[in-house]
């Protein structure tokens, strides 16, 4: 069309709109003159005026049927017509508050769960990383298919090579995340901390709030440590002071200066730190065999993530060339918001699908109340319909009623949500691995979600039965004047609704019954030590302090031996990885009877420093030999201890004790194995244990350790003791993360309670809805079939007749339910494979366990329509018959 169309017709419009009785009262001026004319001219032909006049209606065809085609030649009828419908709507659902505030409240329970979860899924897995275009940000990892390894921590040489020979990135930086003891003003304290290359803070393209980042002058050994603070601790440790850069810092027992302090909020993914110190990698300390750097990179502006993939795979071959350590390792790359959410990514894809059925339930409940609420109406619809009221018409007016009620819902809902959230969050395990540090809340795309959801909800639930209640019967509804008449086929649709409900329920009760049996065989796992009167606590000490292996294992001998005489502590040790935090240490050993292979084709274990004493104060038992004592010094010869699955891996058949080992390890000499101890669980409760070598913290000490301090009551109490005991010995020593072992194991199960609790929650509010969907269409199915329960009492039937007569319709509906539910969670509960323990998704006991509570609380939802219907007085019941 012209433009000059659009300039006179949306004016018109717009005026029809805002302006109706202006514009009505103009057209009804119009026509009648336009009346007036023609009843003139046939008055000119000789007519009379009666006859004239008559004459120019019949050409006009009506004033008021001519006004109606001209007000929908302005297209603004469908707006009149949906703002009369919503005041109709409105009054309406006033009239009815009970069948309302049910209706309300059912959709905000499930709009607010999917709210809340929502939250917590858009915050960690949906939202882009806060840099600067997040989405070249990647890892990578070293990876080995033949190790089954597919994210390994990196070599510093095979960094150093990537840095030289990758062309696919624009910066790349390496991490390494250690503990760091601050003191500052003679008070020493204990951050999470990472040590960086230069390239760090420019590849996340993050600039200070204050000073400057690093850059190749930092960190050359010699030079005072370079320092830079969050803003969270300069605002917590230093009082925000604005002349904080350029301050002296002692870090590590050595010297440091301040140079700049990050923005509020900068974070790197999935690591927690607090302060950033220079990483040095032309140290002669960094040998060929370890790998424990963290790698980040930003990929150049044209190149795609698969050819830097590519990219990496042609470096890792040269160095796999270069490097007979690196023979059978590779390299891969993951975008760094995937790698980062690898952990949780589909646990909360699980609660999101959980609480999605769970609005569908609710959907299917309201949807049941409007039908049998539509029941008192069909009078009402077919009077509409009789005087002329299209269908479309009345299906829009019911529709509308929908969506109010689903609107309504979405304010509760924002409520729940709201509470809800808080809930969910502070049931997020401490440690877990969130993208960012912005607290999660309820923002804008929140509110988007929850608006359309909520417009979705209302078609869901309003669509069938609006087209169900518009059909009905005209003849009949109007001649009976019966509230029945023409819905005969809604109890069908009803029946319909509530298996769907049932079924959905008995998918979700699944999934949270395998989940809670799983978590129950977690923790009813033997860890290999016993958590209960066990204080742990970390300590990082000083390089400059400690500088060699001698001073170091003389340093904790002292800290050890004054704790033993600490009042209240029974037993004291100290291990370099504490048990189920995640933390291992894998390196390659080899006998020393026989010649020595090449590193990429020696055997391989797990790695662990450990005290004299440590297995004792841990209440591990020692199977075979001795455990660690103080013979075995610093200048003694080495020897070592391995666990039980270490004999099943590598020697099951010969009497291992007394046999030597090659080790990659600070340790030079071969080591003897001199005991063998019972097998615990090391990295995570669920991993089975790992074959492991033990070696001295007296003979290969490192430069932290975690003590372990049974005690005779309630280890916190001796928490504080032990703190100064440590102090005795150097008081400048930070200690960090004091906490019981029974907490310790609490949170290394901690994401797995946070799944299974809320799948049993979800649950829980779906089985509720489904007992109340079950409830609703029983107790209608009675009072339609009051006559005929009238006629069984009248013909002898007992109640305990016509009580199994409504039970039996009750089971039958949950009967079909289970049918179709358990084939959905055959198919479904797959997805949850891997986030079950000792268990499987088709575990029989968990099924009919859930099929027995079905059956019971649809039979328990029967019980009071039941009792009801044996009170029908058959006189009453058959009077109009």
């Known amino acids: 069309m012209r433009p000059e169309h659009w300039l006179y ?47 120019a209606r019949l050409d006009l065809g009506g004033i008021e049927q001519t006004k109606e085609k001209c007000r929908d030649a302005r297209r603004v009828n469908w707006i009149e017509d949906f703002v009369q419908d919503l005041r109709f709507g409105l009054r309406i659902l006033h009239k009815s508050p009970g069948f309302t505030a049910v209706a309300v409240l059912t959709l905000a329970l499930g709009i607010g769960a999917n709210t809340a979860v929502f939250s917590v899924v858009d915050a960690i897995l949906l939202r882009p990383l806060p840099y600067p275009e997040p989405h070249r940000l990647v890892r990578i990892w070293e990876s080995s298919t033949k190790r089954d390894v597919p994210r390994n921590s990196v070599n ?7 840095q030289d020979h990758a062309e696919s990135f624009e910066s790349m930086a390496a991490i390494s995340t250690l503990p760091t003891n601050l003191s500052h003003h003679g008070q020493p304290f204990a951050v999470p901390g990472m040590q960086v290359t230069p390239e760090f803070f420019s590849v996340l393209r ?48 050595g010297p440091g200066e301040i140079i700049g302090v990050m923005p509020k909020g900068f974070s790197f993914p999935g690591i927690k730190s607090e302060v950033w110190t220079p990483l040095a990698l032309t140290s002669p300390e960094w040998r060929e065999g370890g790998r424990f750097l963290t790698v980040a990179a930003r990929l150049k502006a044209d190149v795609r993530l698969e050819q830097a993939r590519q990219d990496m795979l042609r470096v890792a071959h040269f160095t796999a060339q270069a490097r007979p350590g690196n023979r059978d390792w590779s390299a891969s790359v993951f975008p760094m918001l995937e790698d980062a959410t690898e952990g949780v990514r589909r646990p909360l894809w699980v609660l999101l699908a959980a609480v999605g059925f769970l609005l569908l339930i609710a959907c299917a409940n309201v949807a049941n109340l409007l039908l049998m609420r539509g029941t008192g109406r069909v009078r009402e619809i077919a009077v509409r319909s009789a005087l002329g009221a299209a269908r479309s018409r009345v299906v829009q007016q019911l529709f509308v009623e929908s969506l109010l009620l689903s609107l309504a819902a979405m304010i509760v809902a924002l409520l729940l949500a709201h509470a809800g959230l808080r809930s969910l969050v502070a049931l997020i395990p401490e440690g877990a691995p969130l993208p960012r540090s912005e607290p999660i809340s309820i923002d804008q795309p929140v509110l988007l979600f929850t608006f359309l959801g909520s417009l979705v909800t209302g078609v869901l639930f309003g669509l069938v039965p609006a087209l169900r209640l518009s059909r009905v019967d005209l003849q009949n509804a109007l001649k009976q004047g019966s509230l029945r008449g023409g819905v005969g086929g809604h109890q069908t649709l009803r029946r319909c609704f509530v298996v769907a409900e ?16 799983s978590f129950s065989r977690l923790v009813s796992v033997d860890a290999g030590f016993r958590p209960e009167h066990l204080l742990t606590m970390h300590i990082w000490t000083s390089p400059a302090r400690y500088h060699d292996d001698l001073q170091r294992s003389q340093y904790f001998n002292r800290i050890l031996a004054e704790i033993r005489n600490t009042p209240g502590v029974q037993a004291a040790g100290s291990t370099h990885f504490l048990p189920l935090t995640n933390s291992t240490s894998g390196s390659c050993f080899s006998p020393a009877d026989q010649p020595a292979p090449p ?97 001295s913290n007296s003979q290969a000490p490192m430069y932290f350790a975690t003590l372990v301090v049974r005690s005779a009551g309630d280890p916190r109490q001796v928490a504080r003791s032990v703190e100064a005991a440590v102090h005795r010995v150097d008081p400048d020593q930070a200690v960090s993360d004091i906490r019981t072992m029974d907490t310790v194991f609490s949170d290394s199960v901690a994401s797995r309670r946070f799944q299974a609790t809320l799948l049993l929650v979800f649950a829980g509010l779906a089985l509720a809805l489904a007992v109340i969907g079950v409830y609703g269409v029983v107790s209608y199915s009675v009072s339609q079939r009051t006559n005929e329960i009238g006629i069984r009492f009248a013909l002898g039937a007992a109640s305990a007749d016509v009580v199994r007569l409504v039970l039996r319709e009750a089971l039958a509906l ?23 323990f000792e268990i499987t998704p088709t575990d029989p006991a968990t099924l009919a366990s859930v099929c027995i509570v079905i059956l019971a609380v649809s039979a328990l939802a029967a019980i009071l329509p039941a009792r009801r219907a044996t009170r029908v007085d058959p006189m009453i019941a058959l009077r109009y018959e």
């Open 599 to 695: 590193p990429a084709e020696a055997l391989s274990a797990q790695f662990l420093i450990v005290s004299p004493g440590y297995f004792l104060t841990m209440g591990t038992p020692i199977l075979t030999g001795r455990d660690f004592e103080g013979r075995d010094g610093f200048n003694a010869p080495p020897v070592a201890i391995v666990n039980h699955a270490f004999v099943e891996r590598f020697s099951s058949r010969q009497n291992i004790l007394g046999k030597k080992l090659r080790v990659c390890w600070t340790i030079e000499k071969p080591v003897e194995i001199v005991g063998i101890v019972a097998d615990a669980r090391q990295a995570q409760l669920q991993d089975a244990p790992d074959p492991t070598i033990f070696l």
């Open 156 to 162: 510093p040489l095979n960094f150093l090579d990537w």
């Open 206 to 253: 993050v600039g200070p709030f204050l000073g400057r980042t690093f850059n190749t002058a930092d960190g050359i050994p010699g030079q005072d440590h370079s320092v830079i603070l969050s803003y969270e601790l300069w605002q917590r440790q230093f009082a925000a002071d604005p002349t904080i850069v350029g301050q002296k810092i002692d870090v590590n027992g």
């Open 9 to 55: 017709t949306i004016p018109l419009r717009l005026r029809s709109l805002f302006r109706r009785a202006q514009a009505d009262q103009q057209l009804d001026d119009e026509l009648r003159g336009h009346l007036e004319r023609k009843t003139e001219e046939y008055m000119a032909q000789g007519m009379t005026p009666e006859e004239a006049h008559r004459r």
């Open 814 to 836: 949950a009967a079909i339910a289970l049918a179709v539910g358990l084939a959905g969670s055959l198919a479904l509960t797959r997805v949850l494979q891997t986030l079950l």
């Open 502 to 517: 049932v079924s959905l329920a008995l998918l979700l009760s699944v999934s949270a019954g395998l989940m809670l049996r």
